[in-house]
């Protein structure tokens, strides 16, 4: 079935959905690999799932077959430039510092906010990506402050950790019909 919607269209809705930036390390055939990721959930805790989508025209998807674990590393808002540099789009030279560490679940990314290493647990096929699901055997969580880089609307953000006002009370806005949604 062919879909009416704009691919444009839906890109912008899905990036309105605030998400955490992350870089997914393995190490494949005795080399280190890495790529940028958004795609990344928490699936079970129990068992402790987790899961990343990587695209398969990705160098990182060309390695699926030969990986059997994982790190997700969580960056720290500081991390921009590793997030370019594994998504890419670096541009200049030299790269930025960055190291890799040892871990349960092979290479982790040191300095990173937190990560979590999986073993594979199962690769399905997701349209253009694949989505990867990993049993989690380890974690690291880095120092403080934990604050973390964030990606919406295309752009990396940051948090704002200052006080914030209270959410509206959604009853009170009379803007728009109420939407009723029906379940076949």
């Known amino acids: 079935m062919t879909s009416s919607i704009d691919p444009r269209a839906f890109r912008d809705a899905a990036g309105l959905f605030a998400t955490g930036v992350a870089i997914v390390t393995l190490e494949a055939q005795g080399e280190v690999h890495a790529m940028t990721v958004n795609a990344v959930t928490s699936l079970s805790l129990d068992p402790m799932l987790m899961l990343f989508c990587p695209a398969k025209k990705a160098r ?17 808002e ?3 430039a590793l997030s370019t540099y594994f998504a890419g789009g670096w541009k200049s030279s030299p790269e930025p510092p960055f190291r890799f560490v040892p871990s349960p679940a092979g290479p982790r990314l040191e300095g990173c906010l937190a990560a979590v290493g999986c073993d594979v647990e199962r690769v399905s096929d997701g349209g253009d990506h694949w989505i990867v699901m990993g ?11 934990l604050r973390p880089l964030l990606f919406y609307r295309g752009k990396y953000r940051a948090v704002d950790f200052s006080e914030s006002s209270p959410a509206p009370d959604l009853g009170q806005v009379t803007d728009e019909p109420p939407h009723i949604f029906y379940s076949h």
């Open 60 to 76: 990182l998807a060309q390695r699926i077959e030969h990986m059997r674990q994982f790190t997700i590393n969580f960056l720290r």
């Open 78 to 80: 500081e991390q921009e």
């Open 135 to 145: 049993r989690v055997i380890a974690l690291h969580r880095g120092v403080e402050p």
